[in-house]
């Protein structure tokens, strides 16, 4: 990402995105990334969704699990059918045991459950707060799904009067649906 000036308006097209190996090295897979953000793998670790801000999408890559490269790029979810006033900016996303994402929408404070085969939205989860910026499931029974969200940009009238909860982390229960534990980087 390049330099930010305020969120979400960097300079363009300065990111790239890496795979660090199990043997230490590092690959650049994609060039010309404007605000890199979600990452998740389909339940058969064959699709990697990864999230560029800026453009709105949600893009997929067919993912070989044995080398960690990617190809076919594709969008899965376009967040440019609809307004940043109703969709906002994909940040990030967590995936669940039913292989639907859950997409944090910055600056519409939103998550939203996307069937990534359809690009359809499932269900979607409001907050008193609109910089929304990623959601992970967790608790005992990965049932819980917890929400950040930011607070910087917002004026100290927008913090009192408007957003007083934002940068807060929510916890969201009773979604009828959960998810799994993170997978975890091993060193060899």
């Not at 006033?85 to 994402?101: A, F, N, Q, S």
């Not at 979607?124 to 607070?151: H, M, Q, W």
């Amino acid at each position: 990402m390049g330099r930010e000036s305020e969120p979400a308006k960097p300079e363009r097209q300065m990111g790239s995105l890496y795979s660090f190996s199990k043997d230490h090295v590092l690959k650049k897979h994609v060039d010309k990334i404007d605000i890199s953000n979600g990452l998740a793998w389909s339940l058969d670790n064959q699709t990697m969704f990864y999230i560029d801000s800026l453009p709105r999408k949600v893009f997929a890559f067919d993912f070989d699990v044995t080398d960690g490269n990617i190809s076919n790029q594709r969008t899965a979810i376009d967040f440019n059918t609809s307004t940043v006033e109703e969709l906002g900016y994909p940040d990030g996303m967590c995936i669940d045991v039913e292989g639907k994402l859950w997409v944090a929408c910055y600056n519409a404070g939103k998550v939203i459950r996307f069937d990534p085969e359809t690009a359809k939205q499932l269900q979607a989860v409001n907050f008193p707060a609109k910089r929304i910026t990623s959601c992970c499931f967790g608790g005992p029974n990965y049932d819980e799904l917890y929400v950040t969200c930011g607070k910087t940009g917002l004026t100290d009238d927008e913090f009192s009067n408007q957003q007083p909860l934002a940068g807060s982390i929510f916890k969201v229960t009773g979604l009828g649906v959960h998810g799994s534990s993170a997978p975890a980087y091993v060193d060899n």
